[in-house]
């Protein structure tokens, strides 16, 4: 039977102990003495949210089929469980053999939001691994960083020996072989990490030095070793239909936050919205088979039983054949009483056509994310949602029997005046105005309306990566102009209005363009007892401004001024695909106000071709032919 | 039509809540491609019905559960193929098709008919009872003895003074017990056997008799020391005689 890490006295005591034992339906078994490589694989939160990651079931998957290696799983031990390992001083330990992380070879730590930082150090410290990577031993494992926060590591670049930039299909193989490779002629820890800077996109972070200029801007960010590349190129895996995918996926026993089978429909966003970092790390868009699709859910259905499955993408209206996989999954899906969660769509005859099928009407509502309130700014942001349909999705839905809408915006997006803030409330107002165009006896109840603004946190490889951010005042300011105007509207008894805290935004844009004198910030908010920022009940922002003081950083540099187009970036050595002078031109495009068509209608020239693929790729092989 | 099926659960899975058990069993039907009918609506979901709840760090040779099939293998079937999409922890061994209810009659559910439950408490090792076994067992024979046995009996309205001593119906040394029973076992041999109240009406918690027992011979009580099994659950049959829910 199988011997936990933890004893019955502690796992009855903390919350959910299904957390740290495994076993769940699905998990792969395999004998850790019969195999040449460990592999943890860490979501750094809690089980419910890691566990959610379709990511690192793919990865799971994938190292699992090489009969060489036995992947493992990690998550972040909640609080309660995080003082009970130190108080007894018990090292961190994966689910599955129950054995602990620090006798792994590897310790793979996704990185899927900057708010997790201080629980990667927590990992650290619990399996007792020194969290710098200048202090590890040739026992410790071979600490890698990965997924969308890789594409700026530099803020957490002192605590891991590696990163793999990029999507995880490509290159896998190759650094699990140089590893064998390296033990097989005694190389030690430094001699593997120098054979692994050859493989395209990896980062070994020691390989490179950083000079900073007087005012903290960087001067050079030159490799100090011939291993390692001035550039690194992001990986991409182009055929998606024939890849690595979880057909068995794990079914925890516990309730996950995505609670159901997810078919990832496509990578890649066509859009080109410019806030947006995974528009742009993503290209080019490639689509899976439909075809391949169908068998997948089908058979991930099986191998789980799980009741609902979700399509996955950043942009599920895009999927060229969406309209065939929803209805095929609609059919097939109610024989077996399996629901589909449906992705958010762009309202049209489709969309509500599908939505009455799988939905309550009465229960489920609308949602639209123009995240601008005015006309020009949703130009500057190139998002391509017009009023105009906006209104029209929405009286098409009230007439349909809808009464309730979702609507998302952000505040703080540059070049943004108070009446693109007033015209949020405008906005939400005339939705509700078009309900009551309907005649009385059609209406279903009264019309409910939700505005949600989040503060807008300027990312790396967007066309917004130059721009300042506004400080904690100016987002209140503008929440309250925002909440003001409301209150004037008509219809502002059916208008519900939630905002974002302004406080963990901050620090997320300062860890987003963020560079290596940040980590003795991270490391100093770690140890004052730092942990789960992303949860607002354990989010200390005094701590953190604390530590900021500490290492005499001021936030001010990273977010409070417009970077110069020639400055020198942290993440400038990333070659993510797009350019810098595409960003460059979208940048001055959105100053502007202009829009750029998306990669469907026109290609912008962004860079991504170089991987051989995406809609404009197609399009142009297809003239050559 | 319904079935009913009797499952163990030992190991690692105590530590999984009745609530995620019943989700458990709704995947593993699925699993098992059972025709298990569902419910109407948007979110439709399968009409099951578990017996007793078991408490988590719990484990048990006999849960049952009531799931309505709209075509039923024959009872081997369903067994096998539930067996073959289960997890270690979790293991069904007997299957019973219900019977249908006659007309105008209500229909029972294996919640509504328990009425008692055999369970094996056994001190884990690592733990000590302060009294050596012999002693101790004499001690609970004479704590069995006593007329009332009175607890503070917590619930949702508060705590309440309640007489313990009808609710448990038998106790002792020995037991029946299948050999392949999934119990834990222990060096040090400290066990005792309870049958209790179980079911809506009235229900008594074994960890509640031992905690008295302690109070009663002046022992202190530790609420991890004990590993309570479940060995069986009953209904009063015609002639009102305790019979297992799948006999």
């Known amino acids: 039977m199988k011997k936990l890490a933890l004893s019955d006295e502690i796992l009855l005591t903390i919350e959910k102990p299904a957390r740290y034992i495994g076993g769940e339906v699905n998990e792969v078994k395999k004998d850790p003495s019969e195999v040449e490589i460990r592999f943890c694989m860490c979501f750094p939160d809690v089980y419910e949210v890691g566990h959610s990651h379709l990511g690192i079931q793919i990865l799971y998957d994938m190292f699992n089929k090489r009969n060489d290696t036995y992947c493992e799983r990690v998550y972040s031990p909640w609080v309660d469980l995080d003082r009970i390992l130190r108080e007894k001083n018990i090292s961190l330990f994966a689910l599955e053999s129950q054995d602990p992380v620090k006798e792994f070879d590897f310790l793979g730590i996704t990185l899927q939001y900057e708010m997790c930082y201080t629980n990667v150090l927590q990992i650290l410290d619990l399996s007792g691994i020194p969290i710098y990577a200048r202090d590890r031993t040739e026992e410790d494992p071979i600490v890698i960083g990965g997924g969308p926060c890789a594409y700026n590591p530099e803020p957490i670049a002192d605590f891991f020996d ?33 054979r692994i800077a050859r493989i395209e996109g990896i980062y070994v972070p020691a390989l490179y030095d950083v000079d900073y200029n007087p005012d903290h801007t960087i001067r050079s960010f030159v490799p100090n070793h011939p291993n390692a590349s001035p550039m690194i190129r992001k990986q991409v895996q182009m055929d998606l239909s024939h890849t690595y995918y979880p057909e068995r996926p794990i079914v925890p026993y516990i309730k996950a936050v995505q609670d159901r089978v997810v078919l990832e429909i496509q990578r890649g966003c066509i859009r080109g919205c410019r806030f947006c970092q995974a528009g742009m790390i993503y290209r080019p868009v490639r689509e899976r088979d439909v075809e391949y699709l169908k068998g997948m859910a089908s058979s991930m259905l099986a191998s789980t039983g799980q009741e609902e499955i979700s399509l996955g993408s950043l942009s599920s209206s895009d999927y060229s054949a969406l309209p065939d996989l929803v209805y095929y999954l609609i059919e097939e899906l109610g024989k077996k009483g399996v629901n589909l969660s449906l992705p958010s769509l762009r309202i049209d005859a489709f969309a509500l056509d599908v939505m009455s099928k799988v939905q309550d009407i009465r229960k489920s509502s609308l949602t639209f994310a123009p995240e601008a309130g005015s006309q020009r700014l949703r130009d500057v942001i190139n998002k391509g949602l017009s009023e105009e349909s906006i209104l029209k999705g929405a009286a098409d839905a009230f007439a349909g029997g809808w009464n309730k809408v979702k609507l998302y915006f952000m505040l703080g997006l540059p070049t943004e005046t108070e009446e693109d803030i007033e015209g949020i409330a405008v906005l939400a107002d005339q939705i509700a105005r078009e309900y009551y165009v309907i005649p009385k006896d059609k209406r279903n109840g009264r019309v409910s309306i939700t505005a949600s603004t989040s503060f807008f946190v300027p990312k790396p490889f967007t066309p917004f990566q130059w721009v300042r951010m506004c400080t904690a005042e100016e987002f209140l300011q503008k929440k309250d102009v925002l909440r003001r105007k409301l209150m004037e509207q008509l219809n502002y008894k059916s208008i519900r209005y939630n905002w974002h805290d302004a406080e963990v935004s901050i620090l997320e844009g300062v860890l987003a363009r963020g560079d290596r004198r940040l980590s003795g910030v991270i490391y100093n908010t770690n140890k004052k007892g730092c942990l789960y920022d992303s949860w607002s009940e354990y989010f200390h922002y005094d701590r953190w401004m604390e530590a900021f003081q500490e290492n005499d950083v001021d936030i001010d540099f990273y977010i409070h001024r417009e970077r110069a187009l ?51 790729y197609e399009e142009r092989k297809g003239d050559s032919v | ?45 399968q009409v099951m019905s578990f017996a007793a709840p078991l408490g988590v760090g719990l484990t048990s040779d006999a849960e049952y559960l009531d799931v309505e099939l709209s075509d039923i293998p024959s009872p081997e079937e369903v067994l096998a193929r539930l067996n073959a999409v289960m997890p270690e922890g979790f293991c069904v061994n007997a299957c019973q098709i219900l ?65 313990i001593r009808p609710m448990i119906y038998e ?51 530790h609420p991890f020391a004990w590993q309570v099994h479940r060995l069986e659950l009953y209904r009063h049959n015609a002639s009102q005689a305790f019979e297992p829910l799948i006999p």
Not at chain 1, 164 to 193: F, M, P, Q
Not at chain 1, 593 to 612: D, E, I, L, Q, R
Not at chain 2, 100 to 121: C, F, G, L, Q
């Open chain 2, 99 to 163: 019977p249908e209810t006659p007309p105008n009659t209500r229909k029972e559910n294996a919640m509504s008919i328990v009425s008692a439950a055999d369970y094996i408490v056994s001190l884990k090792d690592g733990y000590q009872t302060g009294l050596a076994r012999e002693e101790w067992r004499s001690q609970f024979c004479r704590f069995m003895e006593s007329d009332r046995i009175e607890i503070l009996k917590k619930s949702k309205k508060g705590t309440k003074q309640t007489d």
């Open chain 2, 171 to 221: 106790s002792g040394f020995s037991w029946q017990e299948n050999p392949d029973s999934v119990r834990e076992r222990y060096e040090n041999g400290l066990t005792v056997f309870l049958r209790t109240a179980a079911g809506s009406t009235q229900n008594l918690k074994p960890e509640l008799v031992i905690e008295a027992f302690c109070e009663f011979a002046n022992l202190s009580w």
């Open chain 1, 162 to 194: 590696c990163f793999y930039i990029g999507e995880g299909e490509t290159v896998y193989d190759r650094v699990l072989e140089e590893y064998k490779e390296n033990r097989r002629v005694h190389g030690s820890r430094r001699d593997y990490l120098e």
């Open chain 2, 1 to 45: 039509m319904t079935i009913r099926i009797r499952f163990r659960k030992y190991g690692i899975m105590k530590f999984i809540g009745h609530l995620d058990v019943m989700r458990f069993f709704q995947k593993a039907i699925r699993r098992a491609e059972l025709n298990v009918v569902y419910s109407q609506g948007f979110s439709p979901h």
């Open chain 1, 566 to 616: 020639d400055e020198t970036l942290p993440w400038d050595f990333i070659d993510a695909g797009v350019t810098k002078e595409f960003l460059i031109r979208e940048y001055r495009r959105a100053q502007e106000g202009k829009v750029t068509p998306n990669c469907k209608k026109a290609c912008s020239g962004c860079g991504a071709m170089v991987f051989h693929g995406g809609v404009c």
